[in-house]
């Protein structure tokens, strides 16, 4: 639907004038919770990603050595990949933060491409200088391991000044997904749900506040029973979006 919001304004002063009060903040205005804010969001992987292996291949620099390009990402044993996941759920996240007035950078806009590498990604979303922003993953971890784990930048340099930043935002993030998704913290990978890592240039090279979430292990017959579903999917971009507004509050 699309009425002009001219035309909602109009009719919320002439409300406002007949019951002899001042106009209201406008709907849709100032008053959205990220109003002004800027989110980065990279959905790991892309979908063609397993069609051009030599680029995909091609080793780029991280921060503190060199690391592929990108990969293909994990899948589940009936072939749902990833690359998939990870896209749908960034789409339901970035209307949701546009709905609460954000702006929203995407490191890929379609699932039917190559890259970006890495560390384009990370320079994307360092140069919108965006306040807060988060890689999206799944797992591709031991079949008898289950849930979901906050992967955290270790400092070197670039990094430094949003160390604290992520920690505190990494938090926000567990809590929320853990209520909202019911998925549990993950039983192989870090401690409480959360693993700091040096070896991933999204999260050496970032300038600004940033965590990546393997939402649950792809390879666990559980996990992905949940993962592929519609509605685990926008559960676990409500449960971002609460963490975003969370730390960003
Ligand atoms: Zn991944």
């Given at each position: 639907m699309a009425v002009p919001r001219s035309l909602v304004l109009a009719a919320l002063a002439a409300l406002a004038l007949l019951a002899g009060l001042p106009a209201a903040t406008p709907v849709g205005g100032a008053a959205l919770p990220l109003a002004g804010r800027v989110v980065g969001i990279d959905p790991g992987h892309n979908g063609d990603n397993y069609t051009d292996p030599s680029y995909i291949n091609h080793l780029i620099w991280n921060g503190r050595e060199n690391e592929a390009c990108d990969t293909t990402g994990t899948e589940t044993d009936s072939g749902?990949?990833?690359?998939?996941?990870?896209?749908?759920?960034?789409?339901?996240?970035?209307?949701?933060?546009r709905a609460?007035?954000?702006?929203?950078?995407?490191?890929?806009?379609?699932?039917?491409?190559?890259g970006p590498c890495v560390n384009t990604r990370a320079q994307i979303i360092d140069r919108a200088h965006a306040n807060v922003a988060v890689d999206i993953h799944a797992d591709g971890g031991?079949?008898?391991?289950r849930g979901f784990a906050?992967?955290?930048?270790?400092?070197?340099?670039?990094?430094?000044?949003?160390?604290?930043a992520s920690r505190a935002f990494g938090r926000d993030v567990i809590g929320r997904f853990r209520a909202v998704t019911g998925m549990p913290v993950s039983d192989?990978?870090?401690t409480d749900g959360v693993a700091p890592r040096d070896?991933?240039?999204?999260?050496?090279?970032?300038?600004?506040?940033?965590?990546?979430?393997?939402?649950g292990n792809m390879r666990n017959a559980t996990d992905a029973a949940l993962l592929v579903s519609g509605s685990f999917q926008r559960r676990?971009?409500?449960?971002?979006?609460?963490?975003?507004v969370d730390y960003l509050r």
């Open positions: 749902y990949t990833e690359a998939r996941f990870n896209f749908n759920v960034a789409t339901y996240l970035a209307a949701d933060l609460l007035g954000a702006r929203v950078v995407l490191t890929r806009t379609s699932n039917g491409g190559v031991p079949a008898d391991g906050v992967l955290e930048p270790v400092a070197d340099g670039p990094n430094d000044h949003v160390i604290a192989y990978d870090g070896n991933l240039a999204g999260l050496n090279l970032t300038t600004v506040p940033k965590i990546l979430i393997e939402c676990a971009a409500q449960a971002l979006t609460q963490a975003i």
